[in-house]
């Protein structure tokens, strides 16, 4: 019954020809056929697909060429180095990492959206905040609160267990260890799996769910039955991003890793970049082969679950409505609560503590002050400047990359197994895979001297973050648009709209809450950038990343972690307005109705 | 080309008037940059030759103040003290970027490839390849060439390099130690007292996996003590940390007792906010070393006056001292060589050391 109810909400109608029936030719097979709106999509597919392979080749071009002839040497030479443990241990660490942030994010996910324990807008937030603050300031955090000596969690923990006569040298936990790595990564990981379930969690239609209740299916069957297949999307999507970030993250393991003893891809081959002059692009190469080979899989297998088709679609015409927990209530929100307190507050709690201290180390409870914040924003010329330029970089950047995301998700999607948009697909997923630093130093080589002259300008630091960045905005509108499916907008066609009014109308309101998340995403991620922005950044442009660098070599972990309790204050504000905004709106039902009505009128 | 192939078949001993022209010129001049009061040249022509580098630094004031701005990419703690100072005394802006060289480094040099140089002066760690490089690509001057007046005379145990890069800082490698966990008498003075077991799990070293700096520091005890020593360090269990930031709040912490090398200016921040912290000074016989900074000209410069007058300054003895007054960094121009106590001073031979040679070094750490 359950599953009959499924299987007719989610069957998949064999596409529709849209608009005249195309003429077959030879083209036909490498690429569809152009209306305006396809035009447009070609066009930004173009030009974002030149933006990540023009840069990348200046650089990459250069390692191929042995004497001015094209040679594979360094392909050889990229493997000769010891691979198979640092390949193990990454595995080992973001496979446990990306399986526990799957789990975890999930449930709050589902606490918050479909059920009666959420706190509103604010739990919507606060499972952020780990995601908000600089990687580089979390890591610190936890070190400052798990190392085994001075760490301040210890140091209470051993000072309450001395008063009762039990006494510990070190510890009783140990940050560099294979568990502090991995829950260090795990509470980095979370916000993506929250943020991306979330959206698709809105995204579904209750109904369905109220139809298992009714048909007398229990909460966990219900859950296991239809709401799980039916976000299988967004959790695939959560999976990869959890997967890629974890393969991609280089600020926890930076300070976490080596005292641990672990060897980890990314830093490894961070290391192999900038340690060295000339930066050892074939080892690098052969390290990142190897991401590219966990990464692309995961893709695929994300790419299976998005083509299966099995998993519900919106098909028009949604009410809210959230299950409704009795008993465990509470304890979903203290569970909740209890992620929130561990994950964010105590890391940012310890921050401040040390911003307020001065020092890490012995607390001087009668001298805290406010020094640390008040050198970084007000002894610091270029702060203002620079909060403002990666605000608007982030505001900016975040919209265009959305926004160009959207389309070319649902161009791909209309051209199905068409190569040539798949290959500019490919091409613009790319950089996923490849360290910002390079393709900073790319964006250097090919467009900041002439003809195209940007250096030191905040276009540069825009284009470069869009192609960086954009990827990751992908992953979340493909499990949107997926989600959609193609019902809604075949149904648009035949009414006789045209592509460009189906996608206005119809697929961008309902693609909306994932479309949000993605570019929260963006935002943040722009927000703290610290790897293209050294490269690319100076004093004319100048950009919140450099500030935390420069705290990092130059200052205290008081300056570090003001700054960050700052950043991440800031960020905070700005997800609450846009959130609490976009929740207002669909309370309102302003996209929502403007979509069934559209869709009704199809 | 065909100059130079006859000048190889002159037979030799021969000179031309020219060649003895320049020869005695090049004499006179080293002479004048050794002991300017040298009784063989005349009191008329030193004094024409001071007005005529008078009348050269004039010019190339007046073009600097011209150009209004010069561009610094500076990899030092604290270049903005010497950057004020410029500004102070020429009226000339410092563009000012401050960033570590693991990024200054690959940074210039993609500029530079990209034709769109906007560094005017350097000041960079001596990392062989990079200076060799960026020399032998053209992209930097030598300051012989290039009208720098007090690059003429120093100390020509200071320069590094095919582009004989001055070094316009020192930055001495220390121990530093937690004042709650260690006493200054009980803190290590010699590099043996480094290695006592007593100390075993309370050192923080900068990970030689992480950076070639912090490589260098390792590699150059054993190039020292011998391979047993970096054996015997390695069985002190040290925790390991990349950048100077960590490995100096690992030790305010109290999470370990001794951190190998800390930077001055870290060590100062902490004190100021009242971490516990202390710099051993090793006794006068030990040999010291540090990480070199050297200065360096783009030669596409886009302000080439104010670049020359800045590098000027900051090789002048007014400018190295303020560049190097806080800190405990060592200006090799203040009092024209090294503070006293530090004699021992030996160039970090370690900076151009092969990467088999790290390697090992990591090896017998146990890494």
Not at chain 1, 156 to 181: E, N, T
Not at chain 1, 224 to 252: D, E, H
Not at chain 1, 316 to 325: A, H, I, P, V
Not at chain 2, 102 to 115: D, H, V
Request: positive net charge.
């Amino acid at each position: 019954m359950l599953i009959d109810a499924m299987h007719r909400t989610s069957q998949v109608d064999p596409p529709v020809p849209l608009g005249p029936i195309p003429v077959r030719g030879r083209w036909s097979r490498l690429a569809p056929r152009l209306n305006f709106f396809g035009i447009c999509s070609v066009c930004i597919m173009a030009m974002l697909a030149f933006l990540a392979v023009y840069p990348l080749g200046r650089i990459v071009v250069r390692l191929f060429y042995d004497d001015g002839r094209l040679s594979l040497a360094p392909l050889a030479r990229a493997f000769e180095q010891p691979l198979l443990g640092v390949t193990v241990s990454t595995v080992i660490v973001v496979g446990t990492s990306a399986t526990l942030a799957l789990l975890i994010g999930s449930l709050l996910a589902w606490i918050n959206e479909r059920t009666d324990a959420s706190f509103g807008a604010a739990s919507e937030v606060l499972p952020l905040i780990p995601f908000l603050m600089p990687p580089i300031a979390a890591a610190v955090g936890w070190v400052l609160l798990f190392s085994p000596g001075a760490g301040l969690v210890n140091v209470a923990i051993r000072s309450i267990s001395d008063s009762v006569g039990l006494h510990l040298a070190r510890g009783p936990f140990d940050v560099y260890s294979w568990y502090g790595l991995i829950l260090a990564y795990t509470v980095f990981q979370v916000p993506y799996v929250f943020l991306v379930v979330s959206a698709g969690l809105r995204n579904i239609d209750p109904s369905l769910e109220h139809q298992s209740r009714v048909c007398g299916a229990g909460l966990f069957r219900t859950t296991f039955k239809v709401t799980l297949p039916a976000v299988a999307p967004s959790l695939g999507a959560a999976a990869m991003l959890a997967v890629w970030f974890g393969f991609a993250l280089f600020s926890i393991p930076s300070v976490i890793a080596p005292n641990a003893g672990i060897d980890v891809l990314s830093l490894k081959l961070v290391t192999y970049l900038r340690n060295d002059y000339p930066p050892q692009l074939e080892k690098a190469l052969g390290l990142g082969l190897i991401i590219v080979v966990f990464v692309g899989g995961a893709w695929l297998w994300q790419g299976r679950i998005l083509r299966a088709g099995r998993h519900a679609t919106i098909s028009g015409g949604q009410g809210t409505s959230k299950t409704n927990l009795g008993r465990l209530r509470w304890p979903a929100r203290l569970l909740f609560l209890g992620y929130v307190f561990i994950s964010s507050i105590l890391p940012a709690l310890g921050l401040t503590l040390v911003a307020l201290n001065g020092y890490w180390g012995r607390m001087q409870w009668s001298k805290l002050r406010l020094d640390a914040f008040r050198e970084v924003i007000f002894n610091n010329e270029r702060m203002q400047q620079s909060i403002i330029n990666s605000f608007g970089l982030g505001l900016i950047g975040g919209i265009i990359a959305v926004g160009a995301a959207a389309v070319l998700t649902l161009y791909i999607q209309r051209s199905s197994g068409k190569v040539l948009p798949k290959i500019a697909d490919g091409l613009i997923r790319l950089p996923a895979v490849i360290s910002g630093f390079i393709i900073a130093l790319g964006f250097v080589i090919a467009f900041s001297g002439p003809p195209f002259n940007l250096q030191t300008t905040l276009t540069i630091l825009l284009l470069a973050y869009i192609v960086v960045y954009l990827p990751q905005a992908l992953v979340a509108t493909d499990a949107a648009a997926s989600q959609i499916g193609r019902d809604l907008a075949d149904a648009s066609a035949i009414s006789g709209a045209k592509m460009g009014r189906t996608f206005r109308r119809i697929q961008l309101p309902l693609m909306a809450p994932a479309l949000v998340s993605a570019w929260a995403l963006m935002y943040v991620r722009i927000m703290g950038e610290l790897t293209v922005s050294p490269i690319l950044s100076g004093t004319r442009n100048p950009v919140i990343g450099f500030n935390i660098l420069e705290a990092l070599n130059n200052g205290s972990y008081a300056i570090l972690a003001a700054l960050s309790v700052m950043l991440t204050m800031i960020s905070m504000v700005v997800l609450v307005t846009v959130f609490g905004g976009v929740r207002w709106l669909t309370r309102r039902g302003v996209p929502l109705s403007t979509t069934n009505q559209g869709a009704k009128r199809a | 080309m065909k100059n130079s192939k006859d000048s190889t078949k002159k037979p030799l001993g021969s000179f031309s008037r020219r060649d003895i022209f320049t020869l005695c010129g090049g004499t006179a001049m080293m002479m004048a940059a050794i002991h300017p009061a040298t009784p063989f040249i005349g009191l008329a022509k030193a004094q024409q030759e001071s007005t005529s580098s008078n009348k050269a630094m004039e010019d190339l004031i007046a073009g600097a103040k011209k150009e209004g701005t010069v561009t610094f990419y500076a990899s030092p703690i604290n270049p903005r003290i010497v950057s004020d100072a410029f500004t102070k005394k020429y009226g000339i802006r410092v563009d000012l970027l401050r960033i570590g060289s693991s990024e200054l480094n690959p940074r210039f040099a993609a500029e530079a490839a990209a034709k769109s140089v906007a560094a005017d002066v350097i000041v960079t760690p001596n990392d062989v390849n990079f200076w060799n490089d960026m020399y032998k690509e053209g992209h930097l001057v030598n300051l012989g060439e290039a009208g720098v007046p007090s690059y003429k005379t120093y100390p020509a145990d200071f320069l590094r390099n095919d582009v004989k890069a001055p070094i316009a800082q020192i930055v001495p490698f220390v121990i530093a130690y937690n004042k709650d966990e260690v006493s200054a008498s009980t803190a290590p003075t010699t590099w043996q007292d480094f290695i006592d077991p007593k100390w075993k799990g309370k050192i923080a070293l900068g990970d030689p996996k992480a950076n070639t700096t912090y490589a260098a520091t390792i590699v150059e005890l054993a190039d020292k003590f011998g391979e047993e020593y970096v054996r015997a360090l390695g069985r002190q269990k040290p925790l390991y940390y990349s950048s100077s930031l960590p490995l100096i709040q690992a030790v305010a912490s109290g999470e370990v007792s001794l951190a190998y090398p800390p930077n001055g200016i870290n060590v100062e921040l902490s004190v100021k906010q009242g971490a516990p912290l202390g710099v051993v000074k090793m006794r006068a016989e030990q040999e010291s070393w540090g990480g070199e900074q050297l200065l360096g000209v783009s030669r596409n410069a886009p302000h080439p006056s104010a670049a020359r007058l800045f590098a000027e300054f900051i090789l002048s003895k007014e400018g190295n001292a303020i560049m190097n007054a806080d800190a405990d960094n060592w200006g090799v121009v203040v009092s024209g060589g090294l503070p006293i106590g530090h004699e021992h001073y030996i160039p970090m031979k370690a900076a151009s050391s092969s990467k088999e040679r790290v390697n090992r070094i990591i090896a017998l750490l146990g890494l």
